[in-house]
């Protein structure tokens, strides 16, 4: 798991054995660096949006509704944020269809590296 992935994960979800993802709840420096590597590129994307890239970055081909469990929303709801993420948005993941009615979340190369540049931004 990359390391700002694990550690926003963590903020996100109170993973209570990660006592560096609490004092980093508290590091204003900390979330503003991560939020100055999305805003960058991606000022349009909402905090929803960048919420649901992270999660999928954070796992092995997350489906939509592996997603929309992890954050608490409805599948349609992670949904429309993925898609400000695809191809016709961001460019940062692809929705593949399997063909029994799920969507596989996967980043795109240029998701693969958003996903480096936050590990190193915050490393």
Not at 56 to 75: F, H, I, Q, S, Y
Not at 90 to 103: E, H, I, K, M
């Amino acid at each position: 798991m990359a390391a700002c992935c694990k550690l926003l994960f963590c903020i996100l979800y109170g993973d209570k054995s990660q006592n560096q993802a609490r004092q980093a709840v508290g590091n204003k420096e900390f979330l503003q660096e991560l939020t100055n590597v999305f805003k960058r590129s991606y000022p349009g994307l909402t905090a929803e949006a960048i919420i649901c890239f992270m999660v999928a970055a954070n796992e092995k081909d997350p489906t939509v509704g592996d997603v929309a469990r992890v954050v608490g929303m409805t599948e349609p709801m992670v949904y429309q944020h993925l898609s400000t993420l695809t191809s016709a948005g961001a460019g940062l993941v692809g929705l593949v269809n399997t063909g029994d009615g799920r969507n596989i979340v996967q980043l795109t190369p240029e998701g693969e590296q958003l996903a480096a540049s936050l590990n190193q931004a915050v490393s």
